[in-house]
């Protein structure tokens, strides 16, 4: 049964530049396969994978879920929601793992935008056996949201109930760091764009919006309590 989130799949039109943009961010890929259409980058408690698709916007396109009895290659997870899930032992994210250096930056959450949170709760939480650690409703925050946590990552849901949307999709990544002081400094030293440090909508957390070599998906910087 899946438990932890092995690695974010990402599609970009172009690798070579979606690969340069997040060196700047996240530092060098431990793989780099321009053969292969795709990189890959090694955190501290998950990884991305970044591929390449010669149609569409870049975009968060699946995530791929560690799971008892599943195979080294991962493989599609079907589901009602339409969602790109899939499952893997693990093994080739602990491979690189070994020799990847410790990074500044590591996932704190990613979002998923829902039309239904009952079907999530139903896939993550009773058919994956992902811990629901909170569900609750804040309008000014866009609806019900749900956070399932897992492998010390959040993929936090919200469903912004009849007036939200549609269908299902991966939106966002939120980075967490220790010091969000010293990193905004670092990242802005290498040309990333930030906006100003401000408190985040939990107490005592500290955030920044990611502006710049985040491929246009919507990134934010966290500093938890």
């Known amino acids: 049964m899946p438990q932890v989130f092995d690695r974010i799949l990402v599609t970009v039109p172009d690798l070579a530049v979606a690969a340069a943009a997040y060196s700047k961010l996240l530092g060098a890929p431990e793989r780099n396969d321009p053969v292969a259409g795709c990189a890959t980058w090694v955190l501290a408690n998950t990884a991305i ?20 009895g599943a ?12 969602l790109d899930l899939r499952t893997c ?8 793992r070994k020799a990847a250096p410790e990074r500044q930056l590591r996932i704190d959450h990613l979002v998923l935008r829902t039309a239904d949170a009952d079907a999530c709760i139903a896939l993550f939480g009773d058919q994956l056996g992902i811990r629901l650690a909170l569900d609750k409703t804040v309008p000014r925050w866009g609806g019900r949201m749900l ?6 990552m959040t993929l936090e849901v919200i469903d912004a109930g009849a007036d939200g949307e549609s269908r299902n999709y991966f939106w966002g990544i939120a980075y967490q760091c220790d010091d969000i002081d010293s990193v905004v ?24 919006t990611i502006k ?14």
């Open 147 to 152: 956070f399932f946590r897992g492998g010390k």
């Open 212 to 225: 710049s070599h985040c491929l246009e998906i919507p990134s934010l910087l966290i500093q938890q309590a």
């Open 89 to 96: 032992d693990g093994s080739a994210m602990t491979t690189l």
């Open 71 to 82: 195979g080294e290659q991962a493989a599609p997870l079907a589901n009602p929601l339409g």
């Open 49 to 68: 994978e970044v591929s390449q698709r010669v149609d569409g916007a870049p975009a968060v396109s699946g995530l791929v879920l560690t799971g008892d």
């Open 185 to 208: 400094a670092d990242l802005t030293g290498r040309g990333v764009v930030l906006s100003g440090v401000r408190e985040g909508r939990k107490p005592g957390t500290r955030v920044a």
